[in-house]
C-alpha cells in the first residue's frame, strides 16, 4: 500500500526547490534539483507510489521520449 504524498515544487530557471509531505501534512524530505526535465521525472520516479509517467511527461513536454 502506498501513501499519499504532497510535493510542492518552487520554480526558477536555474533549480526547483522541492518540500515533500506526508498525509498528514508533516515535511518529510525537502531539496534542490536541477530545472532538467530528466531530473524531474528521476526524482518523482524516485518517491514510489502510484506515479502516471505518461501524464508527467507529457506535462513537461516529453510524451515522445524514449530515453526520459
Known amino acids: ?3 499519499t ?3 510542492g515544487l518552487d520554480v526558477h530557471k536555474e533549480s526547483i526547490s522541492i518540500a515533500v ?3 498528514a501534512g508533516k515535511v518529510v524530505m525537502e531539496c534542490v ?3 532538467k526535465a530528466s531530473t524531474i521525472l528521476q526524482f518523482i520516479h524516485g518517491l514510489g507510489g502510484d506515479v502516471q509517467p505518461q501524464r508527467l511527461k507529457k506535462a513537461l513536454g516529453l510524451a515522445g521520449c524514449t530515453t526520459c
Open 33 to 35: 534539483i536541477e530545472t
Open 1 to 3: 500500500m502506498t501513501s
Open 5 to 7: 504524498k504532497y510535493i
Open 21 to 23: 509531505l506526508n498525509s
